[in-house]
Every structure is written in structure tokens, then in C-alpha cells.
T-cell receptor, first 115, second 112 residues
């Protein structure tokens, strides 16, 4: 069964450093998403992406965040200058089409720890 | 009021028990509803979509009440492997797209 993959599985960084989290969505999917989950809290939507553009973004997704599809397979989330409160699990998801009935398939996540 | 609200849990039940989870949503424009399951430190995985007429998948039954803005999940004959956090997820359509909101989840422990 096709699956979403994410690298790295864990990342430890110093406050103020830039991090790039990588995702490979399911190959024929066209819509991509990033979510985060702070330990013990709920999953929160960050951003959706389609056709090389951001479709929607939440209030969390401020100027420190950016997303990119640098090639035909990767979808990345960059945090420019990490803060302690960015420590969380970051999940990538993809859907075949953008309909709201679509099942979102989640990757295994990257656990980011900012020291 | 939270956009998606779930029973706080945890629910501790013996194997074989029937357990029900509730979820309410605040935006009457919400149109799509799902139950996801999340194991500890893992990604959410779709358990089932929730349709207006209600739907069943094996031991799992989901119901939607649009008038009350309420969604439920019933698990019959609980198994040890059902132990997880159950997430209520709501998609609300806006012009040009939709927004996905997760509930905080209800943790279930099934004991032998």
C-alpha cells in the first residue's frame, strides 16, 4: 500500500537555527498538508498546498514557516529561526484530490526538539 | 466554545465491552466528519468517515446528528488492540477550500 514518508524521524536543533522537514507524499496525490502536534495536545493544521501554491494556512503558520515542492516528489516545511515552542511532532499528509470528503493519509511524523 | 469538542476520557473498559465516544462541533457550516485513531507517538489513521445516514464497519458504528452538531462512535466487543486515542475530525468548507479541525481526542484503554 502506498504511504507518505517523512525524514528525519527525529530532529534536535538549537533555538534560532533553521530546520527543514521533508515529506514524500503518495505519488499520484496532488494536495499536501502539514500539521503539528505539541506533546499532549491536539493535532493542529498548519498549511495546505496545491499546484505549487499555498491553498490555506492557519494563524500558526507565520513568516517563520515556509513550504516548498522543490521537485516532483518532495514536499518540505522550513522553519527559519526555531523557537522553543516549535518543539512538536510534525505530520505531513496528502490527498488525491482536494475535496473535503477526501481521506488524508498521514506520514509517520518528524519529532522536532528545539533546545 | 471549542470548534471540535470531545469527551475528555480516558475510558477504561474490559475486553468485550461496548464503549461510545461523543463529539460536538460548533460551526454549522461543517460538512465532512471523520473518526481517526492515533496510537501513542504515531500518526493519525483514518478509522471511518461519518455519513448523515450513519455507517457501520465491523464492530464500529458512526452516527451524525447535524441538527445537534453531534457525532458519535460506538465500538462493540472491545479488543485489547482498540486501545488508542480516538480523534474526531471535522472539515468546514470556506470559499476556495476547507479547514480541517481535530478534536483533542479521547483515550481508550481496553484491559484484559
Amino acid at each position: 500500500e502506498p504511504e507518505v514518508t517523512q525524514t528525519p524521524s527525529h530532529q534536535v536543533t538549537q533555538m534560532g537555527q533553521e530546520v527543514i522537514l521533508r515529506c514524500v507524499p503518495i505519488s499520484n496525490h496532488l494536495y499536501f498538508y502539514w500539521y503539528r502536534q505539541i506533546l499532549g495536545q491536539k493535532v493542529e493544521f498548519l498549511v495546505s498546498f496545491y499546484n505549487n501554491e499555498i491553498s490555506e494556512k492557519s494563524e500558526i503558520f507565520d513568516d517563520q514557516f515556509s513550504v516548498e515542492r522543490p521537485d516532483g516528489s518532495n514536499f518540505t516545511l522550513k522553519i527559519r529561526s526555531t523557537k522553543l515552542e516549535d518543539s512538536a511532532m510534525y505530520f505531513c499528509a496528502s490527498t488525491l484530490a482536494g475535496g473535503q470528503q477526501e481521506t488524508q493519509y498521514f506520514g509517520p511524523g518528524t519529532r522536532l526538539l528545539v533546545l | 466554545r471549542k470548534e471540535v469538542e470531545q469527551d475528555p476520557g480516558p475510558f477504561n473498559v474490559p475486553e468485550g465491552a461496548t464503549v461510545a465516544f461523543n463529539c460536538t462541533y460548533s460551526n454549522s457550516a461543517s460538512q465532512s466528519f471523520f473518526w481517526y485513531r492515533q496510537d501513542c507517538r504515531k500518526e493519525p489513521k483514518l478509522l471511518m468517515s461519518v455519513y448523515s445516514s450513519g455507517n457501520e464497519d465491523g464492530r464500529f458504528t458512526a452516527q451524525l446528528n447535524r441538527a445537534s452538531q453531534y457525532i458519535s462512535l460506538l465500538i462493540r466487543d472491545s479488543k485489547l488492540s482498540d486501545s488508542a486515542t480516538y480523534l474526531c475530525v471535522v472539515n468546514t468548507y470556506y470559499t476556495g477550500g476547507f479547514k480541517t479541525i481535530f478534536g483533542a481526542g479521547t483515550r481508550l484503554f481496553v484491559k484484559a
